[in-house]
């Protein structure tokens, strides 16, 4: 993404202070604040605390994180990994970085490990930029395509989009986003309608802040205001991320998608899900079985933060403590709403035969 005229990524390494740097997500849309994470302890905070969020960057910043401690101590891969794999319990693409970081840096002579350990970190950020622009090349034909036949050419394409699935939640470009990003470079008008995503409000705060400075038209709207904007006949197309998808294509995702996709669903509009082949779990058949759903703090929900007139920060407590809250992060859509997953290998229906393809592709991602 473009900040004061040059591209700036989610997480990188800045070798001078040997410091990984993040974008703090915590502070925007607001303002815009790097964190400088230099212990194991960091990064596990950045992660929990959802400085950085998002399945993609989660992996990634593990993958630091690993090297952070094995800076401090060569010999703390597994404790570090442990530690790590602690951290959020939903998005795989965590599990997926830390088992790789396992493999790869497990045999390695403790003098190396720290350097080692960098090496692979900013290897799979660069993977992750290269597999991430590719689902855009991917998913921007997509959204080419029903332009051409949804809107006859002579009006934007509507796309609804949940939660955050844009460059701060990857190293960049995004999965969800990086489609609407490729489209819009294609030539392709776009209209983007936000949902807010309580209680975070990822889609208000981060995919706005994105879309702006990306110069797409968008409008916030609150979740429940969705199935309205299907209804009435103003969208044309759903796309979002995931965390983790099912051996058969059902998609999990943040609180609120399994909604969008049955309201989409019941208006015949198109639901895609865009995501790395390291979010398909494998090991998970399908929505029959449970996957760890993350329930976060009450006070996601029952406290607001925001900023004053004057910009002082502020948070207000919206229902009293006694109010018993149960704040679920992420829901599971079934395979059955998704009309497509959009991954750096080309686009893949949502069921066993066609993501068995996947099992074990590496990146290498395809041209689009
Ligand atoms: O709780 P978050 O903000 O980490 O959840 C993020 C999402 O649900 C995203 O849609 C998903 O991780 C895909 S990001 C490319």
């Known amino acids: 993404m473009m900040i004061e005229g040059r591209q700036q990524r ?19 849309p607001h303002e815009f604040a790097v964190y ?43 404790t570090a ?3 790590l794999r602690a951290t959020r319990p939903t998005a795989v693409n965590l599990r997926w970085a ?12 403790p ?63 995004g999965t969800a986003l990086a489609a609407v990003y490729k489209a819009a470079g294609a030539g392709v008008p776009l209209q983007v309608w936000v949902n807010e995503t309580r209680p975070r409000n990822q889609g208000g705060a981060l995919t706005c802040w994105e879309l702006r400075r990306a110069g797409i038209d968008h409008n916030l709207i609150v979740d429940g205001a969705a199935g309205h904007v299907m209804a009435s006949g103003l969208v044309d197309a759903c796309i979002t991320g995931s965390d983790r998808v099912s051996a058969s294509g059902d998609v999990c995702n943040k609180i ?21 082949v390291s979010t398909i779990d494998f090991d998970w058949p399908s929505a029959d079985e449970a996957i760890p759903i993350e329930e976060r703090a009450a006070e996601e929900i029952s406290v607001t933060s925001g900023i004053e007139a004057g910009g002082r920060e502020t948070r207000v407590r919206q229902y009293p403590e006694e109010t018993v809250v149960r704040n679920f992060a992420f829901d599971v859509t079934p395979a059955r709403l998704v ?24 990146l290498s991602p395809s041209d689009p």
């Open 10 to 28: 989610s997480i990188w390494y800045e070798a001078r202070a040997g410091e990984v740097c993040v974008i703090d997500q915590t502070r925007l």
């Open 36 to 78: 400088r994470l230099q212990t194991l302890e960091d990064a596990c905070e950045a992660i929990t605390s959802m400085r950085v969020r998002g399945a993609p960057l989660i992996g990634v910043t593990a993958a630091f994180g690993v090297y952070l401690a094995l800076r401090e101590n060569p010999d703390s891969l597994e």
């Open 81 to 83: 990994v442990k530690r």
């Open 98 to 109: 830390l088992d790789r970081a396992v493999r790869e840096l497990s045999e390695q002579k």
């Open 111 to 173: 003098a190396g490990a720290a350097g080692n350990a960098l090496e692979f970190a900013l290897a799979l950020a660069e993977e992750d930029a290269a597999c991430c622009e590719a689902i855009g090349g991917h998913g921007g034909e997509v959204l080419r395509r029903l332009w051409q036949e949804r809107c006859a050419q002579d009006r934007p394409l509507r796309v609804l989009a949940h939660c955050n699935a844009g460059a701060l939640a990857t190293v960049c470009w």
């Open 256 to 276: 609120g998608t399994y909604q969008v996709a049955l309201a989409a669903r019941d208006n015949n509009l198109p639901f895609y899900a865009a995501l790395p």
């Open 339 to 362: 009309s497509g997953i959009i991954t750096e290998h080309g686009v893949f229906d949502a069921n066993r035969n066609s993501l068995a393809a996947l099992a074990g592709a590496q």
